[in-house]
């Protein structure tokens, strides 16, 4: 059979896995920029988009690898006696094409958000129905990254209804990032692969380091989440715990940088979600630490996962495309620990001889044999690379 036919005949036949892998070249590391909604959440416009692209290139932050300006909800007001999708005017006075361009001067590149039921989570208009309208509107624009979340989806079906836009967005001839904001519900991983780039796998992160269900899940209810489903992600397709709320004040600097850490540990996407015009020094230093960025961008994909728990102590290992592991002594609790990462915990012989380097000290700690010990303070890490 002519392999189109054939692929035609088994996806209309409903056989998973037969249709072709989204194959847009995009995300092959996790993508990285900055999302509006953590800090501003409504309060977006195109001066605080353009100061944030300002910021990014100034900051060092572009440097470090920061690529993504994401405008997240309420940028759209309505939709016009053509169906199309209209931008606030008041909010964005030139326009989103003139806004694109802007970022693209940077060196930078434009995202956007929408909906895949009948309204967006702030109940502006979603995109159910205007998918291939909103798609080729978005590329005319000049959008390389679209957020497409799930509210007022009614009864509609994720796969389903993720996979018009996944092939809307194909079809609009312009390269763009699709991620998946379905907040876990109906386990993203086990089906988006082949639909978009990443996917949320929890609901929404608060800027706390303990939260719970109701009141905004905090950093550690967002790494249990993510305990086992480590296999699902690779590069083109990532597991997303959410964006970063490194900078928001809820949290210390201690707290900040596990976060950031384990992030990075997750191979998740690094979203920055703070005020980075008006950043302190010290969350600067978080946002842009290259050793800790090239463990969550090595090349190899592979999702780093809890190798040990003990109590509030935990060990979190990532394997690296060099043969190393990055490895992070997690202590939950509320006093300072000592935390041993012993090689079997990472798959290493014992007797084998490897240099360790501290990702915050930034300070080769020489080469150990077996084991690993450090003091780690509390609600902290102590985030190691491991080079046989
Ligand atoms: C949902 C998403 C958030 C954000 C808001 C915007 O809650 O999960 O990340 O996009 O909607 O309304």
Redesign the pocket.
Known sequence: MHNKVRILALALLGVPGALPALDNGLAKTPPMGWNS?NKFACNVSEDLIKSAADAIVSSGMKDAGYQYVVI??CWQVSRDENGNIVPDSTRFPSGLKALGDYIHGKGLKFGI?SDAGTG???NRPGSRGYEFQDARQYAAWGVDYL?Y?W?NAGQQNSEASYSIMSQALKKSGRPIVFSL?E?GSTKPWLWAKDIGNLW?TTG?IADKWSGSKDDGLGVVQILDLEDGIESYAGPGHWNDP??LEVGNGGMNNTEYRAHFSMWCLLAAPLMAGNDIRNMPPEIHDILTNKEAIAVDQDPAGIQGRRVKKSGELEIWSKQLSDGGRAVSLLNRGGAEANITVNWADLGYPEHLSAGVRDLWLKKDLGKMSGSFSSAVPSHGVVLVRIRP
């Open positions: 909604w997240d909800d958000y967006t989570c702030q957020k979340d509210c904001c907040w949320r929404d959410d964006m």
